[in-house]
């Protein structure tokens, strides 16, 4: 009673005005909020944005790759909701913005990414992943026209899984899809998929939650995730992987540079160094072309570009063009020239273990910057300095701990008393609003199917059976089936039944379950 006594008072002048005001009591805390709103007819709310500052850092250092995915779970106003994600140094989902739009139209997408490039600083993508909506295609064209346009994987082994219908041919669309391939490879498994199915193929978003709810449940789901990048960070920064190679000097140079998960990665490619070989050198100024060949692959070479006066390398495979991380074939180049480590040519920030150091470093020398800002951006280099250095060699001995901790408490009161112990204000950054925005109008949009219909409408669902295949009862009581005097009876001899295969091919966490 209490709770929901507490819950119609958070709701005065509606949902949206509730939601609202939550948005602008964020941006009291965080001086970058970004929040943004539409209303229509009726003066009922049409589109909403919103992102966080946090959520634009990680955009300036993972924006590169811009899932936009608008196949989540309707709220009870049935408004479509927009996700704006990437992924981090630690192979992780980040969450660069959020909106609610009142329709899966080409302006509401307009809309809604010229909100989401306005918060960015004008910054665009350099590729974005769609579930191949028509409406949002044309959208990504008109505002980001120099990006690339690509497919979501997951939506189409979906759509392969829903319309084929055939557990066999999703396992190979999976592999042809994600699998590491060369060209030739690629289209030889295809057309094995092809010839063998035939050519013929074939959780915190509930729709009880209103705008309030959502964006409250919405803001815990990122705080979780940001809580697990947080751990994968600490985990990265200390302690050393065993060595699994047999080049340890590579292998311990990158572990110091890249993220763990980014590391196990990187590690393969020296596991698979063994099978390459380098059967020619082509020498002509500052370029070196060392063709390389795989083990029993004699058909096949791949031509490695060596430019010794920049001091970078270009494979014929593209995998660092691709995945961001340097090929088997240049590594092999390196082993040939005894580099112990690897070029910063070939170490992309972004999977770096200090992207989030050199981010505040540029906000911390940069003088145009908000001075509220740049005293924020201060703290966390400082945070991230200590601890990423100072604090690991200060506790080695117990000497040097107590020396550096007096020190560092007798600096701090020195300086408590040279700024005279004064705090600064936040400033606020929010939109105009008059706190008399109607809650939006329930609308049915493409894709929501029976969820619109009353639930008196529905049918009553018939089981089948899995014995006879007769509708109105299940396998346990056909009338087909075995009595329990001959079950009890069989039970010594039979093997596992039917039921216990179907159930454990439908398990998610079998132990021999890939991805």
């Not at 010839?195 to 193929?201: I, R």
């Amino acid at each position: 009673m209490y709770n929901e006594v507490r819950r119609q008072r958070a709701l005065q002048n509606g949902d949206v005005n509730a939601a609202l005001r939550a948005l602008a009591n964020a941006s009291r805390i965080d001086d970058r909020m970004f929040w943004r709103y539409e209303v229509g007819v009726g003066n009922h709310m049409c589109d909403l944005f919103w992102s966080d500052g946090r959520s634009q850092e990680d955009y300036k250092l993972f924006g590169d790759v811009l899932a936009f995915d608008a196949t989540y779970g309707r709220n009870k106003y049935n408004l479509p909701v927009i996700v704006f994600s990437g992924v981090n140094h630690h192979m992780q989902t980040c969450v660069f913005g959020t909106a609610m739009v009142s329709c899966e139209s080409q302006s509401s997408y307009v809309w809604v990414l010229t909100k989401f490039l306005e918060c960015m600083g004008g910054k665009p993508p350099t590729a974005v992943i769609t579930d191949g909506d028509r409406s949002m295609h044309i959208a990504i064209q008109q505002v980001f026209p120099e990006a690339h346009h690509r497919l979501c994987a997951w939506h189409l082994i979906r759509n392969a899984t829903t319309n084929v219908c055939n557990p066999r041919f999703t396992s190979l669309f999976r592999h042809c899809m994600l699998a590491d391939f060369e060209v030739e490879e690629f289209e030889m498994h295809w057309q094995a998929m092809v010839e063998e199915c035939g050519t013929n193929l074939g959780r915190f978003v509930e729709k009880r939650y209103g705008v309030l709810d959502f964006v409250t449940n919405f803001q815990r789901c990122v705080d979780f995730l940001r809580d697990n990048e947080d751990e994968l960070e600490f985990r990265s920064s200390y302690g050393t992987p065993v060595i699994q190679t047999q080049f340890p000097e590579l292998e311990k140079s990158d572990a110091l540079c890249y993220t763990r998960e980014i590391f196990v990665r990187y590690r393969e490619s020296l596991k698979r160094l063994v099978r390459v070989t380098i059967v020619e050198c082509i020498e002509a100024d500052d370029i070196c072309v060392y063709i390389t060949q795989k083990y029993r692959r004699p058909d096949r070479t791949w031509n490695v570009t060596q430019n010794s006066s920049q001091d970078t390398f270009h494979c014929t495979c593209l995998r660092m063009e691709s995945f961001g991380l340097p090929c088997v074939h240049i590594i092999a180049v390196l082993v040939r020239l005894d580099i112990t480590s690897l070029p910063n040519s070939l170490v992309l920030p972004r999977w770096s273990k200090i992207a989030r150091m050199d981010l505040c470093r540029d906000r911390v020398c940069n003088p145009h910057i908000d001075p509220e800002a740049t005293y924020r951006a201060r703290i966390r280099a400082l945070l991230q300095h200590c601890k990423q250095r100072f604090a690991k060699v200060a506790c080695m001995r117990e000497e040097d701990y107590k020396t550096y901790c007096q020190k560092v408490v007798h600096e701090t009161n020195m300086l408590e008393i040279k700024n005279g112990l004064q705090c600064q204000a936040t400033s606020t950054h929010s939109v105009p609003w008059e706190g008399g925005v109607k809650d939006p109008i329930g609308v049915r949009t493409k894709g929501t199917g029976r969820g619109n219909e009353p639930a008196g409408s529905r049918g009553i669902k018939r089981r089948r059976c899995s014995t006879c295949g007769v509708l109105g009862h299940r396998r346990t009581r056909c009338p087909n089936g075995p009595t329990p005097s001959r079950q009890c009876a069989q039970e010594p001899d039979i093997h596992p039944s039917t039921e216990t295969f179907e159930t454990a091919s439908l398990n998610p966490f079998r132990n021999d379950t890939t991805f």
